[in-house]
């Protein structure tokens, strides 16, 4: 059986590192994954992981005992990688050369194969459009499949405004891809629907 969470960090709390170093394992494939989805690069998301986890660590004395500690880091990384993205778009726009937006993803599937050259530059591009609250809330939603609550618990934000996020998310990223869908074809008289 698994050792619960709330045990590494009261042990954690009592300068047990290895208590510590067992949530780090059991959460960062996790963070890493999440990081990289919102700011779209390696080093960046190992950035995010790592500063999440110091973090933590420091404010470990704070962590109140009545959440889940996985959601609590999970706010941390969020937020981490926001402001790494945002960091890094105050660069571009002072004409820094390192702001390079890849297409987050996971391990390559089946879809990921199937995906044309064309479709994956929009949906980078789309990507990078977005404000870097709008992608954080995007990928919680649509990629992580974490709830309205947790998204606004993750990212600090009211429900409506974490609504409004990805709703502006999904609206942005439906007007840049939809040329690539082709025209809609009304099903009854097959008439093309723009």
Request: include cysteine.
């Amino acid at each position: 059986m698994d050792t619960p969470d709330d045990l590494f960090v009261q042990r954690a709390r009592a300068g047990d590192t290895e208590a510590f170093q067992a949530l780090v394992e059991r959460y960062s494939a996790q963070l890493f994954r999440l990081a990289y989805r919102i700011v779209g690069d390696e080093p960046s998301a190992e950035d995010a992981v790592q500063e999440t986890l110091l973090r933590a660590y420091r404010s470990l004395s704070r962590f109140d005992d009545r959440a889940q500690f996985g959601t609590w880091l999970y706010r941390i990384a969020a937020n981490t990688a926001v402001e790494i993205l945002r960091k890094r778009r105050r660069h571009i726009r002072e004409g820094s050369d390192d702001g390079d937006l890849t297409l987050p993803s996971h391990e390559p599937g089946p879809d990921r194969h199937a995906m044309s050259g064309e479709v994956e530059r929009a949906v980078r591009g789309a990507l990078a459009g977005l404000s870097p609250l709008e992608r954080a809330a995007f990928v919680l939603r649509h990629f992580e499949g974490r709830s309205i609550a947790e998204i606004c618990g993750a990212l600090g934000l009211r429900e409506s405004a974490g609504k409004q996020a990805i709703f502006r998310a999904v609206k942005k990223l439906r007007r840049v891809l939809a040329p690539l869908a082709g025209p809609r074809v009304s099903p009854v008289k097959h008439e093309v629907l723009q």
